[in-house]
């Protein structure tokens, strides 16, 4: 935001505290906006359900101004085959410039928008042909033995775009199995004689994350054989203190509370990528791992003069070295400081430090597939989320609570994103959504318990085996929701491809399609 350098002048140019404030209809106004895209999609497929070619036209609304290039469109264009074996694609996008708040990137940037489009095509694929939508997706779906399948395009950091790892169809299964796909069918239908009209949807995507260049961290023991991590990746609530400090104590041999996390700062690293793109656990996740490495290795070359034993023979052990062979010849942390310190008389360099820039060779693609059950209330309108399952693949977990954690945020703001957030504006232009009144957010009732439940198939493309997690949760939710919502209403063969669905929206495609008989 142009503000935040402004400010940052301003304080220096008067030498005295400054601060921007703006009231909530400025910020609800001049943040930036999202989402904004049409796509007009044509698809070929068989009479068996078999995708056989895809074409979308994207017309991008960049608001007044395009900070982004092409980002949101190229997000679209190289995640719209999703998960599914499509050989023949185009894509042509188009950005336009309307009086408009610029758009940028938002969690799930494009992904989510080409996520939509895609299931939503499924669906309705699975309708003409009278097929159900998960055995629709299983006949397309990339089987795990293609792994790692080469999509036959360019990524926007110019190197093929490559799923790296996964198995799609047992992600699927996992899926329908947790939601009882099958006992939902059986409750559905005993739901409609009773009038109540019950929907299930399903969303799966992939997740191009871990984008670089590069990351960079520090690790350093202080003479009082403290440690501290240094990163570049600035966290913005995503838990870096934990997730990081937890790497770093697993290569050290120390509790993780033992271990301070500061980032952000070039007074301590020159170099650093930031946060954004589902990176962290990617690059600064490596970058802490490989340089934790080198500082043990270091470790045990101090150690070694200072024990005379060679340093392949010493144990690293509860934040201690020691010689098996014996016992009782023992360094801290704290020592090796000591020892480590100028005029100690060590022979090599002094200090306890080493840093790592981790280079990642191209993007990891995380995946996941959520099912969404609704409950729609025709009179009114109203959609209810009653039930979410989510199953998800990002590699090795550095720390299940917190990817937890992300999925959960995740799809509430996709709940969001499906049946409540809108920025609107009048014919003349005016902004109308300037409170929270008009822009409306999921609360905790709009949000049900979410189910997450894991899938491991590491990246071998960093040594971690990690991928992102940060964005597939707002990926699917509005797929997942519309594709729910269309089924509980199937008779009327709705098309939805619309979001968010309001109450207005619906009700004008239920009227539209002739409405419900008694």
């Given amino acids: 935001y142009p503000e935040e350098v402004a400010v940052a002048v301003a304080a220096m140019v008067l030498e005295r505290p400054v601060r921007w404030i703006e009231d909530r209809q400025e910020n609800l106004a001049n943040a930036r906006h999202s989402r904004d895209q049409w796509h007009e999609v044509q698809v070929g497929y068989d009479l068996d359900g078999t995708i056989v070619a895809l074409l979308d036209d994207i017309i991008v609304d960049s608001g007044a101004y395009n900070p982004f290039n092409v980002t949101l469109s190229f997000n679209a264009a190289s995640h719209i085959r999703n998960q599914f074996d499509i050989g023949n694609m185009r894509v042509h996008a188009r950005h336009v410039l309307t009086n408009k708040q610029p758009t940028t990137p938002v969690r799930g940037a494009g992904r989510t928008e080409a996520t939509f489009v895609m299931d939503r095509i499924m669906d309705l694929i699975a309708v003409d042909l009278d097929m159900d939508p998960a055995e629709l997706r299983l006949r397309n779906l990339i089987p795990a033995a293609a792994m ?21 169809p047992a992600q699927l299964r996992t899926a329908l199995q947790t939601i009882d796909y099958a006992g939902f069918r059986e409750q559905q239908a005993a739901a409609r004689q009773a009038g109540r009209y019950l929907g299930i949807g399903i969303s799966s995507h992939v997740e191009g994350s871990g984008y670089g260049p590069y990351e960079g961290a520090v690790v350093r023991i202080d003479g009082s054989g403290h440690v501290t991590v240094a990163c570049g990746s600035s966290p913005q609530g995503q838990s870096h203190e934990t997730v990081l400090a937890q790497v770093c104590a697993e290569v050290l041999d120390i509790p993780p509370e033992q271990i301070l996390v500061r980032t952000g700062d070039t007074a301590l690293l020159p170099y650093g990528g930031g946060t954004f793109g589902s990176r962290s656990a990617v690059t600064a996740g490596n970058a802490v791992y490989l340089a934790a490495l080198k500082l043990r290795d270091r470790m045990m070359e101090v150690a070694a003069e200072v024990l ?34 100028p005029a100690s008389g060590l022979t090599s360099a002094p200090g306890l430090e080493a840093d790592s820039y981790f280079v990642p060779p191209t993007v990891t693609f ?47 703001h996709g709940i969001g994103n499906a049946l409540l957030e809108e920025a609107c504006y009048d014919a003349d232009g005016q902004f109308t959504t300037g409170s929270f009144l008009d822009y409306l957010l999921p609360t905790a009732a709009e949000v049900p318990h979410i189910e997450v439940v894991h899938q491991s198939h590491p990246s071998p493309l960093n040594p971690l085996g990690v991928k992102g ?9 509005p797929a997942a929701i519309l594709n729910a919502v269309a089924d509980a209403l199937r008779p009327l063969r709705l098309e939805l491809g619309e979001i968010p669905l309001s109450p207005l929206r619906l009700f004008v495609q239920m009227e539209t399609a002739g409405g419900l008989s008694p």
């Fill in 148 to 168: 790692p399948r080469d999509m036959g395009m360019y990524y926007r950091n110019g190197r093929r775009l490559v799923y790296d790892s996964g198995d799609y």
């Fill in 308 to 341: 005379g034993a060679g340093p392949d023979r010493l144990l690293l052990q509860d934040g201690r070295i020691l010689d098996p062979d014996d016992p009782a010849r023992v360094l801290t942390f704290r020592d090796l400081a000591r020892a480590a310190a």
């Fill in 366 to 412: 995380a995946s996941g597939t959520h099912i969404a059950v609704v409950e729609v209330d025709p009179d009114l309108a109203s959609v209810t989320v009653c039930r979410y399952v989510v199953v998800d693949d990002c590699g090795t977990m550095l720390n299940p609570m917190v990817v937890d954690g992300q999925h959960h945020g995740g799809v509430a």
């Fill in 469 to 477: 997690t940060g964005e597939g949760g707002a990926t699917s939710p």
